[in-house]
Nanobody, 124 residues
Framework: VQLQASGGGSVQPGGSLTLSCRAS????????MGWFRQAPGKVREFVVA????????VYADTLQGRFTISRDNDKNTMYLQMNSLKPEDTAVYYC??????????????????WGQGTLVTVSS
């Protein structure tokens, strides 16, 4: 499967952005999907994962309810609604697909396919 992330940009603190990840090549609903991010000078970290049917999700504890993941399997697209953005949310955001797991993993090693990343900058 090929993944294309989009929707990044620059926003002021407290603002909102919605990222999209469009999949192509194989049946989108076969995959657990996830978002990860990598801030400047830091290792890539888990943000959120969503089940194949979109009915369940697991979030990084640090997000404090500010982000919401969703997916539309008919459109082969996953979304990340980000609200109340903070400067520490500045990072390249990557979408990823897990083909084999039967649980929602926070470990990037379990994800088999990755998009190219989209940059989110939160700054005044």
């Amino acid at each position: 499967v090929q993944l294309q992330a989009s929707g990044g940009g620059s926003v002021q603190p407290g603002g909102s952005l919605t990222l999209s990840c469009r999949a192509s090549g194989r049946t989108f609903s076969n995959y657990i999907m996830g978002w990860f991010r990598q801030a400047p000078g830091k290792v890539r970290e888990f943000v959120v994962a969503i089940s194949r049917n979109g009915n369940s999700a697991v979030y990084a504890d640090t997000l404090q309810g500010r982000f919401t993941i969703s997916r539309d399997n008919d459109k082969n697209t996953m979304y990340l609604q980000m609200n109340s953005l903070k400067p520490e949310d500045t990072a390249v955001y990557y979408c990823a697909a897990d083909d084999y797991s039967d649980f929602l993993s926070r470990a990037e090693g379990r994800y088999d396919y990755w998009g190219q990343g989209t940059l989110v900058t939160v700054s005044s």
